[in-house]
């Protein structure tokens, strides 16, 4: 195979066998060995995907060195500052920049889809009030199948269309309704004459007794914000949306499995932890202390918004996110005392030898809490408002997926390194 493979040799046995070496459009050549077992009879480990592409994939490209983002090739400052979050939806899908025409008529079908079915409504009644948004999300994502399973035909490509549709749609509906049912408030239903985040600031905010104007400025920040959350590569909430319906299991089902994933606060909870975390700091003083239980092995301690698995430089979407954090700021209250922990907070990381070595930098949730903040959303609605912007990017990845001619279940392998076989002792002899 020559220059072009890789050769693994077992030093055991000096068997020796050639896998072909794959060249993507960016990043670093990937050895493909999946007739590894057939030909050698081992598996390789590698828990944590460090080191293993689990599919291919002409979405998203994430350059961690160099701290670059591209959206099928675009790159994300220039999304950020000349797109909209529905065009970058199409984008997503379609992997064209749509013309005026397909713009309108995609922005179309996504508002005509924000409805719900009213038996919504007696769906959420059986949450605890007190329940955390997120839990919500679960249960009402999982039970959109139940809804609209006429269009469950996974290999059909109409279903699979209206689906992605309907969840693009319906998620901030049902987003608002969770925080509405949460504080006791009536749920509102999505107006059509507004555009996708202000639909959404509207849902969340506006009561019958009085009229809500949304402000353009919140709407502006919101929008910025789902452009940048809208996908990812293979993440873990991405890889569950794949991994989930790799086993033909629904799209709605798939998405659900993602808004479990994406909860953790290893990953889309971060926004709510590093919130937390600041008013834990409470003062600038206090920031010495944080970051030594930060770096303190003996800790558990993590400074939420800091680090990443990909990312080993600045993370770009955090950069775009810390100046609208500023503006928005800048531009309503004047000054938030979080929002200057946050940046003292960074510039001491960014000169202490642990992070610098460590290369953690903030990730997108360092500022975009503060964001939210701003824009008046609740904190607890955080990873919800991150689930809005990323249920795009799972049904992008889950339609490549389930479009692959090639596509097999995920079904990874371990090493196992339990008990050796036993006999079974009766109770009264052990
Ligand atoms: N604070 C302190 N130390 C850290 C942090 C942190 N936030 N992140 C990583 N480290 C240390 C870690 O202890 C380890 O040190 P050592 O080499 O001495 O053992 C080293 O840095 C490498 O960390 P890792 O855990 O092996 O890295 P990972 O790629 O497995 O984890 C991460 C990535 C994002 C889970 C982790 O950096 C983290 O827990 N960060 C805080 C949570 C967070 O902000 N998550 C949001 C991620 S971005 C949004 C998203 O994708 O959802």
Known sequence: MGKESITITNNATGASEEFPLLHPTHGPSVADIRTLYSKMGIFTYDPGFKSTASCKSKITFIDGEKGILLYRGYGIEELAEKSNYLEVCYLLLHGELPAKEEYDKFAGIITRHSMVHEGF????AGFRRDAHPMAIMVGM??????????????????HQEISAH???????????????????QPINYPDNKLGYAENFLHMMFSVPAEKYEVDPLHAKALDLILILHADHEQNASTSTVRLAGSSEANPFAAASAGVGALWGPAHGGANEAVLTMLEEIGDVKNIPKFIDKAKNKDDSFRLMGFGHRVYKNYDPRAKLIKKMSRDIIEKTDGNDPLLEIALRLEEIAMKDDYFVE?????????YSGITYKAIRIPVNMFTVVFTMGRMVGWMAQWAEMIQDPKRVIGRPRQLYDGAAT?????????
């Open 422 to 430: 036993r006999s079974y002792i009766p109770m009264d002899k052990r």
């Open 166 to 184: 309907r969840l693009i749609a319906k998620i901030t509906t049902i987003a608002a309704a969770a925080y509405k049912y949460s504080i006791g």
């Open 358 to 366: 460590r290369k953690l930098f903030p990730n997108v949730d360092f």
């Open 121 to 124: 409504k007696s769906f959420l």
């Open 141 to 158: 994502v999982g039970a959109l199948s139940a809804f609209y399973h006429d269009s469950l035909e996974i290999h059909n490509p109409k």
